[in-house]
């Protein structure tokens, strides 16, 4: 490979991927491969750099993921991560303990600042922890970078080895000054120069998609959100007619949102494309009712989504690949490799083991929400389509708790239209994203001196860059009020409206 590469060795943590990203956006091309990848094929790859990332496992653990100690003697500078880091302590003849008190989040971290790790960062710095067990002592040879009061070596390294580790998490946006320690490691440890750029991402990827369908026939599950869209306009731009887009209209859109995706990708608009509008919303009704189990509804979405597009295949005869657009967040807490699994999205755990197509592209796979933003500019992709917020595939199935009907869509789309209009006006910018959700609870209230029995809408909003952890948005408490006073008026069968405070972690962005 002619590009300078970094990878990343999974062991099986969340934010794998969230480490490879932050290094891509040091315009360094970064890879996650699985901790069992062999030294040969790492000598062959010849990377700049490795990451060990975290993962849940302890050390001593039956079944703990580990590599080969020869790895640090290749010569290739290594920063483990949280469990990356205590594989390299116990690998190396340290010791890894149970910590007296396990530290979960911002903690504040003590650094040595002439490590060239830690370089520009200050001495006392805010850092993301998340363990249970940490590294007691040091193994010979490492001198300590980086202490708290319940860790003794919250970071270490040897320098002439290149070798670094850290107990907390650098990529986590919480490390107040992670970016700037990946830098470091990726350009004054490393030695790269950042000449990767994400434009080279599109031309590769159209080339390889080029290679891989050939003259074949192509069906892209498109949504009309930001991820499929771009995925659609990046296999057009490969391919040309030999992409059919299939919009599904399950009944669990927002409101007015089938016709406003026919608009763009339609015939009347500005895209070249073969594009079929499905609607099949009693047939997902039908599908749904009764059932309350999240997963199962996922589930239920997913395979029903799937069969509605073998149907559509078939009536165009001979497709052999079908395109998604799932985008990195969505993969990771699908539970796919050795991480725990939060839940199924739609367009990958929740596919059905059977699948008619040949093989499934997903071209976007390893991007994450901002990334595929990027590469939708790249390709030309007008902005207000570029920044539409995200909407997931199992749409407002996933925004009801509990059983889905008819009915809970109807209330769900009018005060999620009523939140958005809201926010328009009031023009508050920055948030990652907005909506209503329908809980299932129904509680009294009193409304023209009669006594109501009905839901409770909530509102969420949320900052987020990566969509992996998320803060709940400070929204003035007037706009709040008004979107409640007109949910509770406009909106029948409701008469309770609460604002979502939850952060992600602990709590998910979307309610199932
Ligand atoms: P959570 O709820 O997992 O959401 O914190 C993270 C981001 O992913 C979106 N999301 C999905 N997107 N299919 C998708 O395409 C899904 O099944 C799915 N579930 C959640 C969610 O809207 C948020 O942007």
């Known amino acids: 490979m002619d590009k300078e590469l970094v990878i990343v060795l999974d062991f099986g943590g969340q934010y794998n991927q969230l480490i490879a990203r932050r290094v891509r956006e040091c315009n360094v091309y970064c890879e996650v491969h699985p901790y ?50 205590q594989l390299m302590a116990y690998l190396l003849g340290g010791k890894v303990e149970t910590a007296p008190v396990s530290e979960y989040g911002k903690t504040e971290v003590a650094v040595d600042g ?31 970078s980086a202490t708290t009061p319940v860790c003794p070596v919250a970071a270490m390294e040897i320098p002439e080895k290149k070798l670094y ?59 009309g959100g930001v991820d499929s869209s771009v995925a659609a306009v990046l296999l057009s731009k490969a391919i040309g007619r030999q992409l059919t887009c299939v919009f599904v209209d399950h009944g669990l859109l927002r409101k007015n949102e089938g016709d406003e995706v026919e608009a763009v990708f339609g015939p009347q608009g500005p895209y070249d494309l073969n ?3 499905v609607n099949c919303q009693q047939r997902f009704y039908t599908r749904l009712a009764g059932i309350t189990e999240p997963e199962q509804k996922r ?47 739609h367009n990958v755990g ?65 005060a999620d239209a009523i939140y958005r209009e809201e926010i328009a006006k009031a023009d508050i910018q920055g948030l990652g994203q907005y909506f209503a959700a329908l809980t299932n609870m129904r509680s009294v209230g009193v ?33 709040l009020q008004r979107v409640m006073n007109r949910i509770i008026n406009e909106v029948g069968r409701v008469n309770r409206v609460v604002y979502d405070l939850t952060s992600k972690p602990p709590g998910t962005i979307e309610f199932e």
């Open 165 to 223: 580790a850290t107990q907390f998490h650098p990529e986590v946006m919480h490390t107040q000054e992670g970016i700037k320690m990946l830098s470091n490691f990726v350009f004054n440890v490393c030695g790269c120069c950042g000449d990767w750029k994400m434009s080279s991402f599109a031309e590769d990827t159209i080339r390889s998609v080029r290679e891989k369908v050939g003259g074949g026939k192509v069906l892209c599950a498109l949504s």
């Open 447 to 479: 409304m023209g001196d009669e006594r109501t029995y009905d839901y409770a809408v909530a509102l969420r909003a949320v900052n987020t860059t990566d969509f992996m952890t998320a803060e709940c948005s400070d929204i003035p408490f007037e706009v």
């Open 350 to 414: 929740g596919l059905p083991d059977c699948v008619d197509f040949k093989e499934i592209i997903e071209p976007l796979r390893l991007l994450f929400k901002d990334e595929v933003r990027k590469v939708g500019r790249e390709l030309g992709i007008p902005e207000h389509l570029v920044n539409r917020q995200p909407f997931p595939g199992p749409g407002l199935g996933i925004r009801i708790i509990g059983e889905v009907t008819e009915e809970k869509v109807r209330i769900v789309q009018d």
């Open 275 to 277: 594009f079929i509008r």
């Open 114 to 144: 002439t490590s060239i790790l830690f370089e520009g960062v200050s001495q006392k710095t805010v850092c993301w922890m998340s363990h249970t067990d940490y590294i007691s002592e040091a193994p010979a040879e490492f001198t300590i």
């Open 36 to 85: 069992t990848i062999g030294l040969d094929r790492i000598r062959e790859m010849n990377p700049k750099g490795i990451i060990f990332t975290g993962g849940p496992n302890s050390v001593y653990g039956e079944g703990a993921p580990r590599c080969s100690e020869d790895i640090f003697e290749l010569g290739i500078p290594i920063l483990g991560i949280c469990y990356g880091s």
């Open 299 to 345: 589930k239920i979405i997913g395979e029903e989504f799937i069969r509605v597009f073998e149907e559509e295949a078939k009536k165009i005869g001979a497709v052999d690949f079908l395109v998604q657009g799932t985008i990195y967040p969505d993969v990771i807490e699908s539970g796919l490799g050795k991480s725990a699994v939060i839940k199924s999205h």
